[in-house]
Every structure is written in structure tokens, then in C-alpha cells.
């Protein structure tokens, strides 16, 4: 039988811990686990357990990417607050709180120019604030306050759709410059408690109250139908671009962590289910590299998970078979 030695000209690197940054391909033995590893890619989408975030929360919101996101609101036994975390891959750390305390608000953004948006102190708010990665400046408010609503785009290219009234659901629909908000046309659908993700031109909007599972595209002008989700839900999270978009977690009349993706045309479910079930969770991220945090389940929740998308690199455990 060949050994590895004469098929790669080297031998197996042991290690007392995994390499930092392995190559696809590469193989060493962990001397602390006792186990042979290699880096592969996912043949399916899998969610993986993270750092927590250091004050739970439902409600919450956020916006960024896996290795840099933004959380920010929510409530807890304590009440509604404004607290702000910033996550850099690995774990949490507090930053500037929102000057407007608030739940249930949306956001825009990278984690060093975000937006958030909308919520609710209480009363109902249309609150807007900017972020430059440690502290939140106010700026002109929605035209339009509400709670519940999606958000996309970034800092200077905001897009805030739908939203609950509080009384009544809102279609909604504006468009932020960088300084103030303009309206558009409405969602075809008036609705609060779905994912939105996307940017200003090409946004997304899926799911809804009681549950349901609708999705809308917009198009910088207006909004068209698409396929709905294939688990019809409310209180879910999203993440990714119009046409590579992950929608995850929420209510079906019980806590679900179903994870779907969506290409633009249909929405497909993953084998791969989200670890902890929860409703009004944050999202951040892509469809290939999705960030879950905090939620109710029910009580506040401060789980935080990744998502690697099919194709993704993945660290695999080799065994004899």
C-alpha cells in the first residue's frame, strides 16, 4: 500500500491543535484530540455553535458580515434595551449603546458604517442612527415609524419595507441617502415579522405574521411576487443578496430553526437545521457565511451560531471506514 509520504512527499504534520489557517487538502494529526483531520469542503449546509453574545436578547437587531457583525436593541428580563456588541468571528465585545433605546428595530449596513432603524422604546419609533464601529450618532428619522420591519442596503443606500403600526401593518417603503429617508412603492403585501436582506435596488422580503411564507422582490422602484418559503413562518431572520439569500429560524406556531436558500427564483430547505429553535433573532452575513444571534426561545437568548454553506471549507475528523 502507498504510504502518504510517497503520494504527497511529506509526511503527516502532527500538531497539538488545529492549524489557524489549513489549506484545502492538507491533512494533520491533532496529538490533543487524538484524531486524524483534513480540510474539505461542506457537502451541506451546517450551522455551528459560537461565542455568546454577553447580554441575551430578543428582539434584537443587526447587520454585517460573519467576521464583523453588529448587534444592537432587543429586550430582556431587564426591559428593553440599547445595548450594542460588535463580533469579530470569534466572540462578542460591548460597544456604544443606541441613543434611542429600542426592540424590534431593523438595520443596514457593515460594522464599522452601520444603520439601524424603526422599533419600538416603547412608544413606536422611526428613530434612525448611524454607526462607525464604537459609537451611534442620530440622524433624520423613517417618514414612516414602526417596529418589526426589514431593512437592507448600507449606510449611504438604506432600504426600510413593511413594519408593524402599532395599530395596523404597514407596506411602507423607503429609501435613505446617507441624511433622510424618501418613500416608494409599497410591498404588494403589508406585513411585520418577516427577513429582509438585500440592497437598495435588489432587497428581499420573506415571511410574515400569523405564520406565512410570501416573498417579494424589489427592484430600486418596486416590488414583484416570488415563490414563498417553503416553511410558512413569522419572527425569522435573513441574510445574503437578492439572488443568494438564507432565511432562518422563527415561528410556525412553535420554535423552529428551519434554514432555507434562496436563488433568486425559489427557495430550497436545508438538511441543515439551526441548533438552537428561536424566534426574533438577528441575522448578518451571506448565504455561504450566515451569523445567528440571540432571540427568544422563549425567554432571551444569547446562542450564536454560523452558517457554512454547501461548498464551504470545513474541517473534517477522518476515520477508517
Do not use: H
Not at 55 to 66: D, F
Amino acid at each position: 500500500m502507498a504510504e502518504y509520504i510517497n503520494i504527497k512527499g511529506q509526511n503527516i504534520e502532527v500538531v497539538a491543535s488545529d492549524p489557524a489557517n489549513p489549506t484545502q487538502g492538507q491533512i494533520w494529526y491533532n496529538s490533543t484530540s487524538n484524531t486524524l483531520k483534513g480540510l474539505g469542503v461542506s457537502s451541506v449546509g451546517s450551522w455551528a455553535t459560537s461565542n455568546p453574545l454577553n447580554t441575551a436578547r430578543s428582539g434584537i437587531a443587526g447587520t454585517g458580515t460573519q467576521t464583523a457583525a453588529v448587534s444592537f436593541g432587543g429586550e430582556n428580563p431587564g426591559g428593553v434595551t440599547g445595548a450594542t456588541e460588535n463580533y469579530d468571528g470569534t466572540s462578542w465585545s460591548p460597544s456604544g449603546s443606541l441613543a434611542t433605546t429600542r426592540r424590534q428595530s431593523a438595520g443596514a449596513g457593515i460594522q464599522t458604517a452601520a444603520l439601524a432603524f424603526g422599533g419600538e422604546g416603547p412608544p413606536v419609533t422611526g428613530a434612525t442612527e448611524e454607526y462607525n464601529g464604537a459609537t451611534w450618532s442620530p440622524s433624520n428619522p423613517l417618514n414612516t415609524g414602526r417596529r418589526q420591519l426589514g431593512g437592507a442596503g448600507i449606510q449611504t443606500a438604506a432600504l426600510a419595507f413593511g413594519g408593524d403600526l402599532d395599530p395596523g401593518t404597514s407596506g411602507a417603503t423607503e429609501e435613505y441617502d446617507g441624511n433622510s429617508w424618501a418613500n416608494s412603492n409599497n410591498l404588494i403585501t403589508a406585513r411585520s415579522e418577516f427577513a429582509g436582506c438585500g440592497t437598495q435596488t435588489a432587497a428581499l422580503a420573506a415571511g410574515g405574521p400569523s405564520p406565512t411564507g410570501p416573498t417579494e422582490e424589489y427592484n430600486g422602484t418596486s416590488w414583484t411576487a416570488s415563490n414563498n418559503l417553503n416553511t410558512a413562518r413569522s419572527q425569522l431572520a435573513g441574510a445574503g443578496i437578492q439572488t443568494a439569500a438564507l432565511a432562518f429560524g422563527g415561528n410556525t406556531g412553535s420554535l423552529t430553526g428551519a434554514t432555507e436558500e434562496y436563488n433568486g427564483t425559489t427557495w430550497t430547505t436545508s438538511p441543515g437545521s439551526m441548533n438552537t429553535a428561536r424566534t426574533a433573532l438577528g441575522g448578518a452575513g451571506t448565504q455561504t457565511a450566515g451569523l445567528a444571534f440571540g432571540g427568544g426561545v422563549p425567554g432571551s437568548s444569547n446562542a450564536t451560531e454560523e452558517w457554512l454553506g454547501a461548498g464551504s471549507p470545513q474541517t473534517k475528523t477522518i476515520t477508517a471506514s
